[in-house]
């Protein structure tokens, strides 16, 4: 897979508005490349709704077609960059915004069923992979700038963790995919414009 990131403009964004697709990119990363099929059968979805997602996410440059896959009759997809990043501040007109609204509300569906899910599944995890597990939050008193900084060291930090582990040859075995979720925001109801 690519190793870029895209951040997407908001005709881009339009593509992931809808919780499914932001779910298959989110497998094609994982899991890696697939047909249409295999990820209806994971999504419990038929394949012609599924095969439409991958075209709409397709169409906006988010996944592609595998070309070392399939056999003519099968096309396989995988995603073409590894991350998405959003820039919240975009979006000079009320389409463009309303369209970001929508991409966010996709993601936090998509977030908080994988949230849920790590909850559910924290009983039966080995003890080393429990002790890395937290689900904690800090509530900060922040200017603006200052929490502009902290979301920017956050995302460098993460970069700089990536790269390590990339160069690391021990342990890989043990190595499992392992979310962080980055969430930033002003306290609801606390800043008024």
């Known amino acids: 897979m690519n190793l870029t990131s895209i951040t997407p403009t908001p005709e881009q964004l339009k593509a992931l508005t809808h919780p499914v697709r932001v779910r298959i990119l989110g497998m094609l990363r994982i899991d890696g490349p697939a047909t249409a099929t295999t990820l209806a059968t994971r999504l419990g979805l038929n394949t012609g709704a599924t095969s439409y997602h991958l075209r709409q996410l ?17 096309r396989w997809w995988r995603a073409a960059h590894r ?23 996709s993601v936090v569906v998509v977030m908080t069923d994988l949230l849920q899910r790590s909850v559910e599944e924290l009983a ?63 306290y609801p109801g606390k800043v008024w414009s």
Request: overall charge negative.
């Open 58 to 74: 397709a169409q906006r440059g988010f996944v592609v077609d595998d070309a070392e896959r399939g056999n003519g009759r099968e």
């Open 124 to 186: 039966v995890l080995p003890e080393e992979w429990r002790e890395t597990t937290t689900y904690s939050d800090w509530v900060l008193r922040l200017t603006p700038a200052r929490a502009r900084r902290l979301v920017e060291h956050l995302v460098t930090e993460m970069g700089g963790v990536e790269e390590e582990a990339e160069g690391e040859d021990e342990g890989e075995d043990a190595a499992a995919p392992y979310v962080v979720q980055i969430s930033a925001f002003p």
């Open 83 to 105: 991350y998405t990043t959003t820039d919240t501040g975009s979006g000079d007109t009320v389409e463009e915004r309303d369209t970001m609204d929508a991409y966010l509300q």
